[in-house]
């Protein structure tokens, strides 16, 4: 008989961390940091539920921090064993590990610098050696793929849909009565008809089942967010103005790339520099061009045409902090795409100190901005924002387009599960906001009659 601990994303949509217990093996099915109230983000300093050296192995949904970002903690810890994902992932990973470090540091630096911490001198989550000893230890497995972590454990990758590389994690044991288990992981679920990545995979069966629950009391707007895109560039290009778009680096920008070469060959929008100035969504394009092998079938046709399809006619790469100051200067219309994707760093606050001022110019928010952040508070129609320290005054248009998300919403949600020939023994909802989650779970109830559970902080189920 197995078991699953939950030791993240319950309540929340960070931390995802579960441990999969059967006989003598222990696996982690992601690794992820606790993000955003500090309630949560002291979690990421409290002992592991588990000892570290009792895993066997550790297995990736996807890159994402809140998927991923603990593992150079678990290293700090004493974890030296493999850690699964897709080949993708894993060089997403080799760059995401590293910047989540630089950012561990730079935090304890600022709290030394501050006096703010208790602990003197105040020491980050983990460094950049521990980041560097973390990617030593992936091992890149294509998709539909049976590997095993342990010899009692066969382990498979299906395409998620959501960012590059992202998977289902699939897993299957046998019980001592010889018959088969079989657990499924959703990750972060992703949705179909999307540019570049293929839709989400089918997935027909599973006794045991994690699903989550980011959007499980919302449905995206059903406006065509190509359109919204174009008349906000077309009414900024007539008052000559610039566009800035703060976006993740991730998967957003090279969403958006695609969705302005379409718009721009279409005759929508006219033809303008497009500058991608984060040095990270720089690294990130070029591994989405690097993996074309995983791409939908519209993004291969025009590939296999010789079409880059994260180019625009005058797209450019601002990699050094000259060429980003560069753009400055410019007064002349055009597209700045740039992260932190909440404006809570990174190089898109030197654009806002400049474009946030002139009427002429608009800031497009094309993902969620959390409470507490800069993106909310200008979203909220605050006047002035503080920026490095100093008060600057929003005169510029602001716009959201809520379309772009990488998450299905409730109703895609029970799309995929409709396609599940029977149900699951016991299905987990997780991954969520409270009141996601329970909504989530009242319309499963109520379309499948399944039974469901919203496992808490740390539970322990059996499952038998
Ligand atoms: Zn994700």
């Given at each position: 008989m197995a078991s699953l601990r939950f030791l993240g994303a319950t309540g929340t949509v960070t931390g995802s961390k579960y441990v999969l217990t059967h006989k003598n093996s222990n696996i982690m099915v992601d690794c992820g940091l606790f993000q955003g109230l500090k309630e949560l983000r002291l979690r990421n300093w409290s002992p592991l539920k588990v000892n570290v050296n009792d895993l066997d192995a550790i297995v990736l949904t996807h890159a994402h921090i809140d998927h991923t970002g603990y593992l150079p903690r678990m290293i700090k810890q004493g974890y030296n064993k493999p850690v699964f994902c897709t080949e993708p992932t894993r060089d997403l990973l080799e760059i995401m590990l590293l910047d989540s470090a630089h950012l561990q540091e730079e935090d304890a630096k600022y709290a030394n610098k501050k006096g703010i911490s208790k602990h003197s001198p105040a020491m980050p989550l983990y460094s950049t050696e521990d980041a560097k000893k973390a990617?030593?230890?992936?091992?890149?497995?294509?998709?539909?793929?049976?590997?095993?972590?342990?010899?009692?454990?066969?382990?498979?990758?299906?395409?998620?849909?959501?960012?590059?590389?992202?998977?289902?994690?699939?897993?299957?044991?046998?019980?001592?009565?010889?018959?088969?288990?079989?657990?499924?992981?959703?990750?972060?679920?992703?949705?179909?008809?999307?540019?570049?990545?293929?839709?989400?995979?089918?997935?027909?069966?599973?006794?045991?089942?994690?699903?989550?629950?980011?959007?499980?009391?919302?449905?995206?707007?059903?406006?065509?967010?190509?359109?919204?895109?174009?008349?906000?560039?077309?009414?900024?290009?007539?008052?000559?103005?610039?566009?800035?778009?703060?976006?993740?680096?991730?998967?957003?920008?090279?969403?958006?790339?695609?969705?302005?070469?379409?718009?721009?060959?279409?005759?929508?929008?006219?033809?303008?520099?497009?500058?991608?100035?984060?040095?990270?969504?720089?690294?990130?394009?070029?591994?989405?061009?690097?993996?074309?092998?995983?791409?939908d079938k519209e993004a291969k046709a025009l590939k296999e045409q010789g079409i880059d399809v994260l180019l625009t006619r005058r797209t450019e790469f601002t990699e050094s902090v000259d060429a980003s100051k560069r753009i400055n200067a410019s007064d002349q219309p055009c597209i700045i795409i740039s992260a932190s994707g909440m404006m809570t760093g990174g190089r898109i606050l030197h654009h806002l100190m400049r474009r946030l001022p002139s009427p002429k110019n608009t800031?497009?928010?094309?993902?969620?901005?959390?409470?507490?952040?800069?993106?909310?508070?200008?979203?909220?129609?605050?006047?002035?924002?503080?920026?490095?320290?100093?008060?600057?005054?929003?005169?510029?248009?602001?716009?959201?387009?809520?379309?772009?998300?990488?998450?299905?919403?409730?109703?895609?949600?029970?799309?995929?599960?409709?396609?599940?020939?029977?149900?699951?023994?016991?299905?987990?909802?997780?991954?969520?906001?409270?009141?996601?989650?329970?909504?989530?779970?009242?319309?499963?109830?109520?379309?499948?009659?399944?039974?469901t559970h919203i496992p808490v902080y740390e539970e322990v189920v059996e499952l038998n």
């Open positions: 990617i030593a230890l992936l091992k890149g497995i294509p998709y539909d793929t049976p590997f095993r972590p342990t010899s009692e454990l066969i382990m498979t990758f299906q395409d998620a849909g959501h960012i590059l590389g992202s998977a289902f994690v699939i897993g299957r044991w046998q019980e001592e009565s010889g018959e088969e288990r079989k657990i499924v992981f959703s990750g972060d679920l992703g949705r179909s008809k999307r540019p570049i990545l293929k839709d989400p995979s089918t997935v027909i069966n599973a006794d045991y089942l994690l699903v989550e629950s980011t959007y499980g009391n919302r449905l995206h707007e059903q406006g065509d967010p190509k359109e919204e895109l174009s008349r906000i560039i077309n009414d900024t290009i007539n008052r000559k103005g610039v566009v800035v778009i703060p976006s993740f680096a991730v998967g957003r920008t090279q969403e958006l790339l695609y969705t302005l070469r379409e718009l721009e060959n279409a005759g929508k929008i006219p033809v303008l520099p497009v500058y991608v100035d984060s040095p990270m969504a720089i690294k990130a394009t070029k591994l989405y061009s690097k993996h074309t092998d995983i791409y800031i497009v928010f094309v993902g969620y901005q959390a409470e507490g952040t800069r993106g909310r508070a200008l979203q909220s129609g605050n006047e002035k924002i503080k920026i490095h320290g100093e008060q600057v005054r929003s005169a510029a248009a602001i716009e959201t387009i809520s379309d772009f998300s990488a998450h299905a919403d409730y109703n895609e949600i029970l799309n995929w599960l409709g396609k599940f020939e029977k149900a699951p023994r016991r299905t987990f909802i997780v991954h969520g906001e409270p009141e996601s989650s329970i909504n989530l779970k009242k319309l499963i109830d109520e379309k499948f009659g399944w039974i």
